[in-house]
């Protein structure tokens, strides 16, 4: 699996992590939502062993296994200009217009 980021993306992305060590694991959340639930981008200290690690460069993300089939093998992570979201999209899909970072790191 590949995610594309742009420059903006980076540099917002750069910014979540606050100078701190931390992977991000893209997440579709189920726990009350009260929908069918959402996609979250987690900031984490570590991968859980159900991970698996999706890409390395700029960023580390993970994704958990059983979620793995959920998402393509080409996405495009970008932010919004002028909201703290992010936009996940393939050439066949938009999996989300309103991502949001949740940092889980202690």
Do not use: W
């Not at 579709?28 to 929908?35: A, F, I, L, R, W």
């Amino acid at each position: 699996m590949i995610i594309k980021l742009n420059d903006l993306t980076t540099k917002r992305l750069e910014e979540s992590l606050v100078d701190q060590q931390g992977c991000f694991k893209i997440f579709y959340d189920t726990e009350g939502c009260g929908c069918n639930g959402v996609i979250v981008i987690l900031i984490v200290s570590e991968p859980l062993h159900t991970d698996i690690e999706i890409q390395k460069e700029p960023f580390v993300f993970l994704c958990d296994r059983q979620q793995e089939s959920l998402f393509d093998e080409v996405m495009r992570l970008e932010a919004d200009e002028s909201y703290p979201s992010y936009k996940l999209t393939s050439d066949s899909s938009l999996f989300s217009n309103n991502i949001r970072i949740k940092d889980t790191r202690l």
